[in-house]
């Protein structure tokens, strides 16, 4: 009898762990929104004091870009991203950089080292980015005024290339 029971005890034991594991693997695939998703929605406080959420934007294209003043393609791509910012802003474009920057003092600099204009915020533990599945930085997410993103761009571009402002003058 006590054989059946520990036979019994085992293969219960085996069936839950299974049962673990597969619940807890489905968990550990991180988000990863592509172009047609709906954005995830995020709240932020810009560097002018402003409250951002991504429902803020209605009528608008977004342009959500992550960065961090330590990346290389990011500060490469910044002084077209400034340009494009103005050129579009009048059209009804936003651009809002999202810092992963941890060092307040550092994410200050790169700010005043390109004079950037527009909307910027700081997310130093990745919590709206790792909510995009945005691992890899520059990453930028074009997101339409009904809240679905239409183009993703991973790694730096060139703001001002005409065949990207072609697409972005067709969303406008």
Same mark, same amino acid.
């Given at each position: 009898m006590k054989q059946r029971s520990d036979w019994f005890l085992m *293969?219960? +034991?085996a069936t839950l762990a299974v049962a673990l594991v597969y619940? *807890? @693997? !489905?968990?550990?695939?991180?988000?990863l929104v592509n172009a047609g998703d709906k954005a995830p929605n995020f709240q *932020?406080?810009?560097?002018? !004091?402003?409250? +951002?959420?991504?429902d803020d934007f209605g009528g608008k294209l977004l342009v959500l870009n992550?960065?961090? @003043?330590?990346?290389p393609p990011c500060v490469e791509e910044t002084p077209s991203l400034e340009e494009f910012a103005k050129q579009f802003g009048p059209q009804g474009v936003v651009v809002l950089g999202v810092s992963n920057d941890r060092n307040d003092a550092q994410y200050r600099k790169f700010l005043d080292r390109f004079? +950037?204009?527009?909307?910027t915020s700081r997310d130093p533990d990745n919590?709206? @980015?790792? @909510?995009y599945g945005t691992y890899q930085l520059p990453e930028t997410y074009l997101i339409d005024r009904n809240g679905r993103v239409v183009e993703k761009v991973i790694s730096n571009q060139n703001w001002m290339d005409p065949e990207f402002l072609a697409r972005v003058r067709k969303l406008l």
């Open positions: *293969v219960l +034991i619940e *807890v @693997s !489905g968990t550990l695939e991180p988000p *932020v406080t810009t560097e002018h !004091g402003k409250k +951002i959420s991504r992550f960065w961090a @003043s330590w990346c004079h +950037i204009d527009f909307e919590n709206i @980015s790792a @909510s």
